[in-house]
């Protein structure tokens, strides 16, 4: 018996550490193995020539997901081991010409369709002004104790009437003008202050060492982060303009903020007399989903992050 009860406990634990395993083994898979994306993108000069590729694969590309842009037509593709699933997109333009004449099909369609109604509901009221209607029997004593309700209800209603003029009238009290200048003044006045309690209480709440210790922990960690996510292979290569040369330098102005995380990755040509639009784009790199659970467990282990979080739970303006 004794035996049987170890053998039953073997094959037991035999059975969990290979479930165990699986989970680790599936875990391991998931944090450890990276998802590879490549883009790439080409333009010749204006928005026609444009040409690019999205490839994002995972798992030794069991998981891959392809995305097209090619004469002005977006099509894509996604692969989980065997299965295969493809899509598309045409011109905008082509698109909303077919739904143009879709809904003129569907108007002339609705119109044929009402056209014999509305002749059908003209000879029916044609019928009916025509047929004379008959009196109902005893009509001429229904029609005198009518005749004896109607001075009751009209007086009980121009009761009613004055009761509810009398109520509705407003009080001459503070109706002028002072008055008016006096109670918008006061209203002023008091949403001025109760703006001014919520910026003293948020700015309390911001000045906080607790929060400012929280803060510079988040901003140490998203920093981390990105420096993570780097892309390992980064090209940029672009020459622009614009009709406006001042839209020109304002694009440019706005790359330039680029150039000192970028560095020789970048290189952008500004043309200030001709409308032109040429480059070519480059990037591949890699993403692990351990560094996203990096950031998690050591903003959880931040005493001031979980102080700051309840404080932002439990603040109210």
Known sequence: MLHILLLILKIAGII?????????????I????PVRYEILGKCDG????????????????LIRLDIYYKEQKLKWR?????IKKTGGQIKEEE????ESNTKERKSEETGSEKAPEISESKEEVSEESHAVPEKPEGGEEESEKSMEEIPETESGDDEASEVVTEQEEPSEEGTGLPGKISGFLHRIAEKIRKLKEKKDR????????THIGA?????????RLLRRLKPKKLLLEARFGFSDPCTTGQVLAGLSILYPVLGDSLAVTPDFENRVLKGRAEICGRIYACHFLILCWNMIWCRN???TYRDVKNFEL
């Open 215 to 223: 803060f510079r922990k988040g901003k140490k960690e998203l920093f």
């Open 202 to 209: 948020i700015l309390e709440f911001l000045r906080d060492e």
């Open 46 to 61: 204006n928005l026609k020539s444009l040409k690019s590729r999205i490839c994002v694969t995972w798992l030794l590309r």
């Open 16 to 28: 969990l550490a290979v479930i165990l395993g699986i989970v680790v083994l599936l875990a391991c």
């Open 305 to 307: 992050v979980r102080r």
């Open 78 to 82: 996604i692969r989980i081991l065997w």
């Open 30 to 33: 998931v944090l450890f193995v």
């Open 95 to 98: 698109s909303d010409h077919e």
